[in-house]
């Protein structure tokens, strides 16, 4: 295997998520998600980023057709357009301190219906579990 390509980072990555529909890698760390081009010749161009201002990012998921990006952080779960970079819907779960204390959450996005399930312990649920209707476009 050879290296197409390294980047500097300033925050420790802590999950990654490719989309599906594009060359387009997104990073969370512990405070931001960027979004980056890249290619079999490596990065391309300045990463997009999402926000600045995240507390311990999770996890990531892309929607099947690549148009959404949904991240996992200690104030709940958000989702993102991924054109725009804009936030487009927010289930805060204000848990940062479980997050300290229990395993990472996880999500996924189903491959073709309007379905995001999560995984996160609560105080209510320790087992954790959550699966979202996501609104149909207008």
């Given at each position: 295997?050879?290296?197409?390509?390294?980047l500097p980072m300033s925050a420790p990555v802590r999950c990654l998520a490719w989309s599906p529909?594009?060359?387009?890698?997104?990073?969370?760390?512990?405070?931001?998600i960027l979004a980056f081009h890249a290619t079999e010749e490596g990065f391309q161009g300045p990463a997009l980023e999402l926000t600045s201002d995240s507390?311990?990012?999770?996890?990531?998921?892309?929607?099947?057709?690549?148009?959404?990006?949904?991240?996992?952080?200690?104030?709940?779960?958000?989702?993102w357009d991924v054109?725009?970079?804009?936030?487009i819907a927010?289930?805060?779960e204000n848990i940062e301190v479980l997050s300290r204390k229990r395993p990472a959450s996880?999500?996924?996005?189903?491959?073709?219906?309007p379905l995001l399930a999560g995984w996160r312990p609560t105080?209510?649920?320790?087992?954790?579990?959550?699966?979202?209707?996501?609104?149909?476009p207008r």
């Open positions: 295997a050879d290296v197409l390509g390294t529909a594009e060359e387009l890698l997104a990073v969370g760390t512990g405070q931001s507390s311990n990012v999770q996890a990531l998921a892309f929607s099947g057709n690549g148009t959404l990006l949904a991240s996992s952080d200690a104030e709940g779960l958000k989702i054109k725009s970079g804009k936030l927010a289930l805060h996880g999500i996924a996005f189903h491959p073709t219906r105080p209510a649920a320790p087992a954790g579990r959550t699966l979202a209707r996501l609104p149909r």
